[in-house]
């Protein structure tokens, strides 16, 4: 087991507050090398977040460094090689610490400013050096270092940051530096959590963008960048000494005025804002160290109008570099644009783990990755950051096996804001990172929790057989959050099954068959109680009598087999009463689009998500959004960046180019079944499964369609034309899975 340094340092006790601000403080450490070593690897944590300098080189492996975590629970270490950084003589190990979740006055809303762990930043370090000779040398972190405040004169993860130039201390971490006026550092509180070792994918810059347009307004200069992203602006300014810019993001503009409502709970003027204070020396750069924002605005205050053109403010959009996995592409360019949509706020809210928002939460929502993480597996390579969030969720799982609504967490989310239907990402995750990528060590990590949440569940089953605790059919259309049409205990008790009939499968594959006869039995247990009372058999009517009932009855099989055929119709003329509309909530629009392609109504699934009038995804198109909103109201009310709408894309690449990875859970294995809808010319889409890339397109042609798969060697499964369609050569509609080109025929 890795020895992690445990000796916390500190710049001193003070914190900042919302409206009081304490400097982000500067360690600095000069030691002298008489010959270089072989080896020189340093182990560093910050708290909360921290960036590493050696020698005057910025070296820090990943934006938001470290992993961002929950410090009672997990402490988590960067390793570093310094070997190509050392030098004979003098060098110098330098670190600037920030508040991230350390201290996080921002996060009021989720006790995070009440929780235990809060207090000033502080880091652990340790430098191990072997030399030739065969001595070894260790440099820790201790009361040697010296600190000073640095020019950050106030940070906040949520919040932003404040950056004064004017005490600014050229080469603080280079050789030759008099740091004779710094203090010494001091112990620091020691953490409780326990050390891990960070293996992630890194936060990262993914581009940069110029603003489309520069225009005055109220007492500032807006700038438009075109996208709605997650990121920070790089400020370049010749301004004076003393000169203070403000940059206030947001989403939206609004009746002429920058809307800053979706990213704030108060009204406050501290909400993702930044500030920086010119030293009037020359042009001038910074970008923030300490925060991000979700934004496609910047106002910017305190320039002169001279000052105020397109070079002053670049976009620098970074997430976790999560890589392509996936695509999709049709001749509807309104499809592509929600293809887009998806893509840019799946990655927009992945800071280390899957967020909500990347402008007024920044929380890791179990429920918003668990709808997700279909689709996301699909296009993208998240499987590492998920093996570690999933750690952080069974450390904050409680004694009895319930789950917090967001992790990490101080301990809000049990009391409200959790429920199956968010505890699901406990199994979800798992479940279908083996389904896509044949993982089974995620699946061996997360058992024992699993069963222990199972557990749980027995404890909250209601006398007549049902759960109804949590959160239900959240953001539904047109509707508050929390105003369902579906019924809690319907949505609860069928999310439960779902995770029990999960679970029964992962217990399977792992052998583990006590285990897995527990999960079948609450399973139909769960499942007799939600026949007997959560369907009216006499109408094959879900309870709720709406889409999501309806939808979600059909989908996880609450409905028997026999009975599904009759159920779809009651759920089409629910469709129907709402003149081919979606109404749902984000448990229903999950299934209800697949359930409609399942039973042959591709084309109607397609008209409900593509047409441009309320409600409908095509309808955020209509109006100029560039990824997707937290719900449906006509007016546009809260967040403009969630993901937890984003199986479309899912949809899209399983439905309309017909991509069924590992349909029966058997392994390497695809079924080829695309949906030839009336409204479009082409589509295509791919994958990259583990045997390899899997990819179809289809167009259509004079003579009908013109269907191409690629599949790699080995990989089993057939292509199923949809009824009414048959391979033009053979006249048989089922082929077994092959690359090549066929030719498509009506019957």
Known sequence: MMNFPMHFICAGPTYSTLTTYACAPYLRRSFHLEALPERAELLICGLGFYELYINGRRITKTLLAPYISNPDDLLYYDNYDLLPWLQEEENVLGVCLGNGFQNNPGGYVWDFDKAHWRGAPEMALRLDMDFPDG?????????SFRTADSPIYGDDYRNGEYYDARRELPGWSEPGFDDSGWGPAQKAPQPRGEAVLSDIEPVAVEREIQPVSVTPLEDGYLYDFGENNAGVCRLTIQGEEGQTISLYYAERVKDGRLDRRSVSFDENDYVQKDIYICKGEGVESYTPLFTYHGFQYVLVK????????KSL???MVFHTRLRERGGFACSDE?????????????????????????????????????????????????????????????KAQADNGALPGIVPTGGWGFAWGNGPAWDNVLVNLPYMTYLYRHDREILRENAHAILRYLDYLTTVIREDGLVCCGLGDWCPVGRNADQYKSPLEFTDTVLS?????KAAYIFGELGMEEQKAFALRLYHRLRAAGRERLLDLSTMTALGRCQTSQAMAIFYSLFDEGEKQEAFRRLLELVHEYD???????????????VLSDYGCSDLAYKMIARADYPSYGEWVARGRTTLREDFFPEERNSLNHHFWGDISHWFIRHLAGIRYNPRRAGAEADIRPAF??????AEGWHEAP?????????????????????PEGLRGRICLPQGCVFAEDQLAVKPLQSGSYSVLPR
């Open 135 to 143: 001595e070894s040398r260790q440099i820790e972190s201790d009361e």
């Open 302 to 309: 305190g320039l002169r109008p001279e000052q105020a053109d």
């Open 313 to 315: 403010l670049t976009y």
């Open 334 to 394: 309104t499809i592509n644009a929600l293809q887009a949509m998806v893509r840019r706020s799946t990655l927009s809210n992945f800071h280390h783990f899957p967020t909500d928002c990347p402008q007024r939460e920044k929380n890791g929502w179990t429920a918003d990755a668990s709808l997700s993480a279909e689709h996301t597996l699909l296009n993208l390579e998240p499987d590492r950051n998920y093996h570690e969030w999933l750690r952080n969720i069974r």
């Open 497 to 501: 099954m779902d995770s029990c009939d």
């Open 580 to 594: 081919d509309h979606m109404d749902v909530g984000v448990l229903g629009g999950r299934v209800i689009f697949h």
């Open 677 to 682: 809808v009336e409204q479009l010319t082409f």
């Open 691 to 711: 045997e390899g890339r899997i990819a179809v397109r289809w167009e259509r042609t004079d003579e009908g369609i013109r269907l191409h798969v690629e599949a």
